[in-house]
């Protein structure tokens, strides 16, 4: 996280950390998503039915990315049928923290 907000590197705007970052946000359903884990929701059709009009496509290449960047952690439960569960890791904690600070900032 300090390297999202670290400013002092000289970077193009598009190969920064906070660039990714706000892509990231920026991409349809990712913060529905994240919130909806962190209301307690934390199977794949339980987050599917919390967010109005949210296809399996969508969410399931937007739950991968969530965890290719290391925000959510993907727990599978090894029962029949087999169940997966995700949870939101510190990284994201720490990120909501920054992006909630930046929005007080501009409200």
Do not use: H
Request: proline share 3%.
């Amino acid at each position: 996280m300090s390297e999202v907000c670290n400013m002092s590197q000289k970077r193009s705007w598009g190969e920064s950390p906070m660039f990714k970052l706000f892509e990231l946000l920026g991409k349809k359903r990712i913060i529905n998503i994240a919130y909806a884990i962190s209301q307690g929701f934390s199977w794949f059709n339980e987050i599917k039915d919390s967010i109005p009009f949210l296809s399996s496509k969508i969410l399931s290449s937007r739950l991968k990315l969530l965890q290719q960047e290391g925000l959510i952690v993907r727990e599978i439960e090894n029962e029949t049928p087999v169940k997966i569960r995700y949870y939101l890791t510190n990284l994201w904690e720490r990120v909501a923290e920054k992006v909630c600070e930046m929005w007080k900032i501009v409200w």
